[in-house]
């Protein structure tokens, strides 16, 4: 989706040239770094060798390259940058797609200011993403390499909240870029979910992130089968819960126990009082259907994570206080393909059984906040148009909205989709704006392909 040379840098590797594969990983990616940790690797699934036996592990190898040579060690990319322009550009959302136009906007010379709502800037590679997955020094050493180029970094900045898109032409902005993301969690249509323990997934992640106190109980019910499910599976499990039996209870605890995290002795007690003691994922298909990259389930699995496949959610239990008891299920069997392709869950009558837990955790898909679009802003930009998906409508080449000079890209364009594809956005959307601020510019970067000379092909892989 970024046009990395991939047959470049793997080879580049191979040879034992780790600065030049990092390079050559960077020059296109801003956050080669975080892809090496946390990336999907759809180049992989791609990857022609798997047609004999296995595809080369790209993202392992870019790892080695990144974790070998990069910007922790002091060593820059060399990006070039052009003379600077008078054009100035407003990026809505420090996440992978905003931070990603912004790095080739500065590049191209513009005035680039990104505006993040949140305290801290990476959006979901921040507040999504558990930092036992993804270190937050990562994040923090490929987000000041961007600012390093002379972008503008305003957190505490929310669209809507402290300013308007008619408040961003006013200030002398010429084009901006929505990549707000899709940080609101869908709910179910079911029987309870107004019980004090249902949680979202993503809110889960969220106040995780921040440091918040977070209580659970127990035992925790995860329902959904994508990477957020896996993501708050797992950091249920890390969750500290002690004696606990309600939150009130848990804040107290919590609270005289500050000083016993660095005074006990006795670190099996210590133990006993870390982690939520039972984690369950529901999912209501088989596990081939499940969206999460089957790294995540594995280790999901291995921490000893229980899963109940074809199984669907009916109905929350609650008690006299409206607190979680338990949760409702019913088995299911696949029946034929749906719209997506996959085969359609059909329930089975006479199924249904309770999962006694102390809270659920909804992961079943996330959704755009766009109340920012305000009618009032049409005199600024123009209307701008969504989708009945709940999406920002763009035109899928250059990612332009209805209303001029403003695009969109990343989650509130396409809805939930892997890190590398918002960054493909990012740099279609920044080649677009470069466009639309120069008038008829037609600039394009393409990948330069190495030619292979045949003294360079090995043609015994197996000796």
């Not at 047959?7 to 990092?22: F, K, L, P, R």
């Not at 039996?245 to 133990?271: T, W």
């Not at 906040?369 to 123009?382: K, N, P, T, W």
Request: net charge negative; with cysteine; charged share 25%.
């Amino acid at each position: 989706p970024v046009h990395t040379d991939a047959q470049g840098y793997v080879n580049t590797i191979a040879s034992g040239d780790y600065e030049g594969g990092y390079i050559m990983a960077r020059q296109p990616n801003p956050f080669a770094s975080t892809c090496g940790q946390v990336c999907n690797a759809p180049c992989e699934e791609a990857c022609r060798r798997g047609a004999i036996d296995e595809p080369i592990s790209i993202r392992a190898l870019k790892r080695t390259a990144t974790d070998s040579h990069e910007l922790r060690l002091g060593h820059a990319p060399g990006l070039s940058k052009l003379p600077s322009r008078t054009e100035a550009v407003a990026v809505i959302g420090s996440g992978p797609a905003g931070m990603s136009c912004a790095h080739d906007l500065a590049r191209l010379g513009y005035q680039v200011t990104v505006f993040e709502a949140s305290s801290e800037p990476g959006g979901m590679l921040t507040l999504g993403i558990p930092e036992y997955r993804l270190p937050r020094d990562i994040i923090e050493r490929e987000i000041n390499a961007i600012l390093e180029l002379g972008v503008e970094l305003k957190c505490d900045q929310a669209l809507g909240r402290d300013f308007s898109l008619s408040d961003l032409k006013s200030r002398g902005f010429q084009a901006v870029f929505l990549a707000v993301g899709a940080h609101r969690g869908k709910s179910m249509d079911i029987e309870g979910m107004d019980a004090d323990g249902v949680v979202q997934g993503v809110d889960l992640l969220l106040n995780v992130s921040l440091g918040y106190r977070v209580w659970l109980g127990h035992r925790v019910v995860v329902v959904g089968g994508g990477d957020v499910a896996m993501d708050s599976a797992r950091t249920a499990l890390r969750l500290r819960v002690g004696s606990a039996e309600s939150p009130a209870e848990y804040d107290a605890e919590y609270d005289a126990g500050q000083s016993e995290q660095y005074l006990a002795v006795d670190a099996a007690a210590i133990a006993s009082r870390l982690g939520t003691k039972e984690v369950h994922i529901i999912y209501r298909r088989s596990r081939q259907e499940m969206p999460a990259h089957v790294t995540e389930v594995f280790e999901a699995e291995k921490e000893g994570i229980h899963f109940h496949l074809l199984t669907n959610p009916v109905r929350i239990e609650k008690d006299d206080r409206g607190r979680v008891l338990g949760l409702w299920c019913q088995k299911m069997r696949l029946g034929d393909p749906d719209s997506s392709g996959r085969r359609r869950p059909v329930p089975i009558e006479g199924s249904e059984f309770c999962m006694e837990c102390d809270s659920v955790v909804l992961a079943i898909g996330q959704q755009a906040d766009l109340s920012f679009i305000r009618e009032e802003d049409r005199s600024a930009f123009g209307n701008i148009e969504t989708t009945p998906y709940g999406t920002i409508k763009v035109d899928p080449e250059t990612l332009a909205t209805t209303a001029p000079g403003i695009f969109a890209g990343g989650d509130c364009a396409f809805g939930p989709r892997l890190l590398i594809d918002a960054e493909g956005d990012a740099r279609r959307a920044a080649t677009s704006i470069h466009r639309f601020l120069r008038g008829s510019a037609n600039w394009e970067e393409r990948v330069r392909f190495s030619a292979i000379q045949p003294r360079d092909v090995r043609d015994r892989y197996d000796a």
